[in-house]
């Protein structure tokens, strides 16, 4: 038995997939579709269930290894969603504080217990407590957003291994922003059956297709696969991805020169005495600030807008910016600087 078959529970594991009959070469009369179309895309048609032409550009995309398999889903976010579906409704799921604001919504969602342990002061995983946590409170889940979101760091790998192997939980590592970091856990999935990856291409070009993958081995992969609502990735995003995520080369030099302009707005910001610059292996920068309301409001006015997360738990003063084009960043950063004059 695999592990994800031990995992799951078990109305799932007794379930087949949906299935969607063959119907290349055949008159199609199986589905209620129209046989009218006003477009030249076939929109009168229902999808390719299985994207099967988008996930092997896909795959190239993300050099995933033949070995392991791909879910899609409707954004990242649908991804989550479907892994909090496959707990029971007694599980809880563990998440870091602060971390991406979807795990514990998308838990509420699902009825889920959500429980966190606190990032030390450097934003790092604080080993010994989640250990702990975990012993205590037995995750069938564990999210990990590497780069984080909101405070844009890694964390320490070896933090990361141990976790992963003192658990009987699923640990889901959150690549969003994959394309700016130094380091992956991509080459691991193969090595530990109960890790499985999350990319997506929002941040690299594509928010607006609503893609994402969730990258495991072929056991979990087709377990899992049975969550899923049939057609979730549409004929536009189907035929739209295939042409353009084969732009490789071209997606690989906008995120090498979005880490230039992070990393000379870093150096920017950290010159503003007023202001405290975390490291950043993401898109965005995490910054504290001397009065960030004051200067937020100010941001605003002049015209930028970025992420006030004064509010949230440990991030007190805490802004957030997303890397733009340079004259964006510029103008950001005049704005900020006129702002403490
Ligand atoms: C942005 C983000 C996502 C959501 O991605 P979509 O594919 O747009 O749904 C997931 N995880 C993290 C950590 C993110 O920052």
């Given at each position: 038995m695999s592990f994800i078959d031990n995992w799951l529970r078990p109305q799932i594991r007794q379930l087949d997939a949906y299935?969607?009959?063959?119907?290349?070469?055949?008159?199609?009369?199986?589905?209620?579709?129209?046989?009218?179309?006003l477009d030249e895309k076939g929109?009168?048609?229902?999808?390719?269930?299985?994207a099967t032409e988008l996930k092997n550009v896909l795959r190239e995309l993300l050099e995933i290894p033949t070995e392991l398999d791909i879910l899609l889903g409707n954004g990242s976010d649908e991804l989550i969603q479907l892994l909090a579906l496959a707990a029971d409704n007694s599980s809880t799921i563990l998440g870091f504080e602060p971390s991406f604001v979807m795990y514990k919504m998308i838990a509420d969602f699902c009825n889920l217990?959500?429980?966190?342990?606190?990032?030390?002061?450097?934003?790092?995983?604080?080993?010994?407590?989640?250990?702990?946590k975990i012993d205590a409170?037995?995750?069938?889940?564990?999210?990990?957003s590497y780069p984080n979101n909101p405070t844009g760091n890694t964390f320490s790998r070896a933090s990361i291994?141990?976790?992963?192997?003192?658990?009987?939980a699923l640990v889901v590592i959150d690549e969003a922003?994959?394309?700016?970091a130094d380091d992956s856990f991509l080459p691991d999935v193969s090595h530990y059956p109960n890790l499985v990856l999350l990319r997506t291409v929002s941040k690299v070009g594509f928010a607006g297709l609503r893609l994402g993958a969730l990258i495991g081995a072929k056991s979990t992969i087709s377990q899992l696969n049975k969550l899923r609502l049939p057609y979730n990735i549409n004929t536009l995003t189907q035929q739209t991805a295939v042409l353009l995520l084969q732009k490789k080369s071209e997606i690989i030099k906008n995120s090498e020169a979005i880490i230039s302009l992070r990393i000379e707005l870093s150096k920017s910001l950290a010159a503003i005495a007023e202001l405290k610059v975390y490291p950043s292996q993401a898109n965005f920068i995490l910054f504290q600030a001397t009065d960030s309301?004051?200067?937020?409001?100010?941001?605003?006015?002049?015209?930028?807008?970025?992420?006030?997360?004064?509010?949230?738990?440990?991030?007190?003063?805490c802004l957030r910016v997303t890397i733009g084009t340079f004259e964006e960043n510029q103008r950001f950063l005049q704005l900020t600087k006129k702002y403490y004059d």
């Open positions: 299935k969607v009959a063959k119907s290349a070469g055949l008159v199609k009369l199986d589905a209620m579709e129209s046989p009218f179309s929109l009168n048609r229902y999808p390719d269930p299985d217990d959500y429980q966190t342990v606190a990032l030390n002061q450097d934003f790092e995983i604080d080993l010994a407590a989640t250990l702990s409170c037995q995750p069938k889940l564990i999210f990990i291994i141990e976790i992963i192997t003192k658990t009987t922003y994959y394309a700016y309301k004051g200067l937020f409001a100010a941001l605003k006015q002049g015209g930028v807008l970025i992420k006030d997360l004064s509010s949230t738990l440990n991030l007190g003063d």
